[in-house]
């Protein structure tokens, strides 16, 4: 029988900078000003995968826009 294989669920927000590339205060700047969604699990706040690939649409959209 072979291992199951987990694929996570959430993110955390230094996870999400490691991701982006960004440093851990300006990515949680974007999660307060709610730039980048998140929840409050606990004391802690997780981001979904689809909440990051929704950012950078945003992001290259309006790159998109103001290069036109």
Do not use: Q
């Not at 730039?35 to 979904?48: A, D, P, Q, T, Y």
């Amino acid at each position: 029988m072979t291992p199951a294989t987990i694929n996570r669920k959430w993110h955390t927000t230094a996870e999400v900078a490691e991701m982006l590339g960004f440093s851990l205060s300006k990515t949680k700047l974007l999660v307060l000003t709610g730039e980048i969604r998140s929840v409050k699990v606990g004391r802690n706040r997780r981001i979904l995968p689809a909440w990051v690939d929704e950012y950078v649409s945003r992001c290259a959209a309006e790159a998109e826009r103001w290069s036109a």
